[in-house]
């Protein structure tokens, strides 16, 4: 009997061959397996290594020791500091004494009003002494333009004085001292007298502001006060009584005694005061310079006067 093909079968010489177990890393449900959770950390104490109570006790011993001590030199410190304090304020030592201040740079202004004005006419201590305030309050008076404090511990102390220079007097509803960069810096008291000549046509507003203008007009009217200031006739400044000044018309000046007006106008001052004096010695040889009323240098070459109203005599001299 002819054998019979079976086409299920595999071809000759193949044998079945079972499948290779793979396991699923990923296995579900009660085939997965179970892993061991791993810790950071894990904590198993020895017992036998626990501290005794003995132990406990000393080790709080310890701290109460401890503490206690820390809190009493903490209040000794505290109250040394304390003590300290008061002794440092209360000692002699430290002491600033009134007679002891060495001021410097007065003219105008007494010892014993810096040292009122500073709050140092009483003795005071060097530790706590507010040099920024004593400053404050010298450049506070009127007088003063710069104060220097200099101190030395332990009770040393020293004050440098800077006085404005009064360069002339200012009237503007009230008379005023002002330096020579026109900053009006004092008032005038009822009962002051200075020789200082004054000078008119300025409101206290405009030589506050100090603008180009009143600038520019202060530095002519300084000018000739210099150049007043080297003369030795009756021209000098000390014999002037004021200087007025008008935008249109120049400087004008007036003498204390005779109250005569000149009328100077603007610059060549140099020159228009030789040639003055030239004409004021004519004048005097020929006896007619007392009765003046004013007179004028703004003319070229020339010198103008008058003796009154309408009435005008004129002096020529060369230059």
Same mark, same amino acid.
């Given at each position: 009997m002819a054998n019979k093909y079976n086409f299920r079968e595999k071809p000759y010489g193949q044998k079945n061959k079972p499948k290779e177990f793979k396991p699923n890393p990923k296995a579900k449900g009660r085939n997965r397996r179970r892993e061991k959770k791993k810790y950071p950390f894990s904590?198993?104490?020895?017992?036998s290594k626990l501290p005794s109570l003995g132990w406990l006790i000393k080790e709080a011993f310890k701290l109460i020791l401890?503490?206690? @001590?820390?809190f009493i030199v903490l209040a000794v410190l505290t109250v040394g500091s304390i003590v300290g304090y008061m002794y440092v304020n209360e000692s002699d030592y430290f002491m600033i004494k009134p007679q002891s201040i060495l001021v410097t740079g007065l003219s105008k202004l007494a010892r014993t009003e810096i040292l009122e004005a500073a709050g140092l006419d009483i003795s005071v201590n060097s530790l706590t002494l507010d040099t920024k305030t004593v400053i404050k309050n010298i450049k506070a008076l009127p007088w003063v333009e710069n104060a220097e404090l200099s101190q030395t511990l332990p009770n040393g102390l020293s004050l440098?004085?800077?006085?404005?220079?009064?360069?002339?007097?200012?009237?503007?509803?009230? @008379?005023?001292y002002i330096n020579e960069n026109g900053l009006p810096f004092k008032k005038l008291d009822p009962l002051e007298i200075s020789d200082l000549p004054i000078i008119s046509g300025f409101t206290?507003?405009?030589l506050s502001d100090s603008g180009p203008l009143v600038?520019?007009?202060?530095?002519e009217i300084f000018s000739l006060i210099k150049v007043l200031d080297s003369r030795k006739d009756d021209y000098k400044t000390s014999n002037v009584s004021e200087f007025h000044?008008?935008?249109?018309?120049?400087l004008t000046l007036y003498l204390k005694k005779s109250g005569l007006k000149i009328k100077v106008g603007l610059g060549d001052y140099p020159l228009k005061f030789w040639r003055l004096a030239k004409v004021t010695a004519h004048l005097k040889e020929e006896g007619l310079y007392e009765n003046l009323d004013y007179l004028i240098l703004d003319y070229p070459e020339r010198v103008t006067g008058s003796y009154g109203p309408g009435a005008l005599q004129t002096a020529r001299r060369g230059s």
């Open positions: 904590f198993k104490p020895d017992m401890v503490g206690t @001590l820390s440098k004085v800077t006085e404005y220079k009064p360069k002339a007097i200012v009237s503007s509803q009230y @008379l005023y206290f507003e405009e600038h520019d007009a202060l530095a000044y008008d935008r249109d018309r120049g």
